[in-house]
């Protein structure tokens, strides 16, 4: 079982920007991929970036391409998510999540473990 927790969340406006970590315990990760999705209110869940543990290989959503950049720390256990030039859209609960499978990262059923969230919001 892998526990993840998020932080890093807050208020903050258009154009600002923040870092999402997300502490990760539990098990050894060199097989896994790590990805931040997010929920706005009133719609359904969303893929941002991932990332494979072993290889550092990212991923992302075309709506994050270029403001979000993900990255982990192997010694400190951690993934984190640095979010650029936010917008007002990007408000949203941001998840932590593992998996153990292969081949879709960007997918959210394949991610077996989340976290609780953190909650960004972008004022304009």
């Known amino acids: 079982q892998v526990q993840l927790v998020e932080s890093g969340g807050g208020l903050v406006q258009a154009g600002g920007s923040l870092r999402l970590s997300c502490a990760v315990s539990?098990?050894?990760?060199?097989?896994?991929?790590m990805g931040w999705f997010r929920r706005a209110p009133g719609k359904e869940r969303e893929a941002a970036a991932a990332?494979?543990?072993?290889?550092?290989?990212?991923y992302y959503a075309d709506s994050v391409k270029g403001r979000f950049t993900i990255s982990r720390d192997s010694a400190k256990n951690t993934v984190n998510l640095q979010v650029n030039n936010l917008k007002p859209e990007d408000t949203a609960v941001y998840y932590c999540?593992?998996?153990?499978?292969?081949?879709?990262?960007?997918?959210?059923?394949?991610?077996?473990?989340w976290g609780q969230g953190t909650q960004v919001t972008v004022s304009s």
């Open positions: 999540a593992a998996s153990d499978i292969q081949g879709a990262p960007l997918k959210g059923w394949s991610y077996a473990n």
């Open positions: 539990g098990r050894t990760l060199s097989s896994y991929t």
């Open positions: 990332i494979s543990w072993s290889g550092g290989n990212t």
